[in-house]
T-cell receptor, first 112, second 114 residues
Framework: NAGVTQTPKFQVLKTGQSMTLQCAQD?????MSWYRQDPGMGLRLIHY???????DQGEVPNGYNVSRSTTEDFPLRLLSAAPSQTSVYFC???????????FGPGTRLTVL | AQKVTQAQTEISVVEKEDVTLDCVYE???????LFWYKQPPSGELVFLIR??????QNEISGRYSWNFQKSTSSFNFTITASQVVDSAVYFC???????????FGTGTRLQVFP
């Protein structure tokens, strides 16, 4: 099992550009989440999904879109990148809300 | 609303010292789950432990131990005889049973010097 995979590992964008961060898991987990990690702020939940076709907002959803068309994939879209979105992004999956989450290796995004 | 507070931003110890990382949480739910994760310098997040709100037994795993006290809403983590490899950022997190979210604290950076 590959676990949770994220692509790309690094990305540099210019302000206003859009892009999609990819996340996939092969553990047949229903739950998937996106977090951003900023210095001194821990991990903050952006969006999450409890199954295919179901998504909901987390703590910091503005500027991001998600969709969940399959159990395996949970892409995160930045609609119009801003410097405030410079961060490390982690995708995670788990079997149920009370189970431990398995994290991907992260994507380091810089917006100039 | 759920909240996790890790008041210690950074802790430095010398190898073989014992160290305790504090975690205080807030929740209105009676059923909830608490977690600890480790983030070593390489950046990945590693699950350490999960505890549910009905199980207040302390847990020991090798040099790691956890003290869960509902009366003080705390779930503290102790490393005995610390080693350089324990240097990492440690996160405490909370999940309420009737929500689907995992809320993290801001983390404690532990530096263990030889």
């Amino acid at each position: 099992n590959a676990g949770v995979t994220q692509t790309p590992k690094f990305q540099v964008l210019k302000t206003g550009q859009s892009m999609t961060l990819q996340c996939a898991q092969d553990m047949n987990h229903e739950y998937m989440s996106w977090y951003r990690q900023d210095p001194g702020m821990g991990l903050r939940l952006i969006h999450y999904s409890v199954g295919a076709g179901i998504t909901d907002q987390g703590e910091v959803p503005n500027g991001y879109n998600v969709s969940r068309s399959t159990t395996e994939d949970f892409p995160l879209r930045l609609l119009s990148a801003a410097p405030s979105q410079t961060s490390v992004y982690f995708c995670a999956s788990n079997k149920a809300s009370y189970n431990e989450q398995f994290f991907g290796p992260g994507t380091r995004l810089t917006v100039l | 609303a759920q909240k996790v507070t890790q008041a210690q931003t950074e802790i430095s110890v010398v190898e073989k010292e014992d160290v305790t990382l504090d975690c205080v949480y807030e929740t209105r739910d009676t059923t909830y789950y608490l977690f600890w994760y480790k983030q070593p310098p390489s950046g990945e997040l590693v699950f350490l432990i999960r505890r549910n709100s009905f199980d207040e037994q302390n847990e020991i795993s090798g040099r790691y131990s956890w003290n869960f006290q509902k009366s003080t809403s705390s779930f503290n983590f102790t490393i005995t005889a610390s080693q350089v490899v324990d240097s990492a950022v440690y996160f405490c997190a909370l999940s309420e049973y009737n929500t689907d979210k995992l809320i993290f604290g801001t983390g404690t950076r532990l530096q263990v010097f030889p």
